[in-house]
C-alpha cells in the first residue's frame, strides 16, 4: 500500500521536475551562441557546477552560495554543507558533478594572485562572480533567468527550488526513502518533507536502506 501511494504521487509529480532533456539544454546555453556576447570559459565552468550542484544534491541556494574551497572533499566526493541553525551535512557527489566542481575549482577559480590584485586576497567562497565577490542569491535568480530564455524552456519555472524539488522526487523514485531524503535535504523532521513535496500521509510506511555517501556531522 506504501509503494503504491508512493508512486501514485511520483507520477502525478512529474511535470513540476526538471526533465533530463532540459537540464541538458540548461547545460549548452552556459556557452553563448555565436550570436551573443561570448561568455568568458571561467563563466561557464561555473555555470556547469552551479547546475550540477543544484541537480545532484538538492540543496538549498543559500547552502550553495555559503560554501567554502574547504568544503569539498575531492578524496572522498563530498560536500559539507551548513544548513539551518548553522547544522553541517556532508553530501556524496556523482562522478559529473563532482568532475564540474573540481574542474572549475582548479582551472578557473580566481587564483591568490589575482585575488590579491582585486583586493579579495582571504576571500574562500568556492563559488565567485566576475568581481571576484561570493556568487548571492540574486546572482544566482539572474543566471537561471538568463539560462532559462538561452535554453528556450517556457511554461516551467526555472530556479533552485525547482532544482530541489527534481532532486526530491528523483531520489524518492529511485529508493522510496523518504527518511534519508529527510536528512539529505537539511529537514528537521518529517513534516517538512510534505510541505515541501506536497506528500500526503504515505511518508508513515516502513524505513528502508539508506542512500549511501551521507553522513551526518557531530556538532
Known sequence: MFFDELEQMLSSSRHQIITGEEFEKLLLACAASNEEEQLAERAVARNRAILWAFYDTGIRVCEL????????DRKQ????VKGKGSKERRIALGQNCLRNLLHYLDYHRPNEQELAEWGSLSE????LSETRQPMTKNGITLLF???????GITGK????????????????ELSHDPFSLQKLLGYEDMAMIKCHMQIPSIL????????????????
Open 65 to 72: 552560495t555559503n560554501l567554502r574551497v574547504g568544503d569539498v
Open 77 to 80: 566526493g563530498l560536500i559539507t
Open 124 to 127: 574562500d567562497h568556492l563559488l
Open 145 to 151: 533567468a538568463r539560462l532559462k530564455e538561452r535554453a
Open 157 to 172: 519555472r526555472m530556479s533552485p527550488h525547482t532544482f530541489r524539488r527534481t532532486f526530491a522526487l528523483r531520489y524518492l
Open 204 to 219: 508513515s510506511g516502513p524505513k528502508v536502506t539508506r542512500r549511501r555517501g551521507f553522513r551526518a556531522k557531530k556538532q
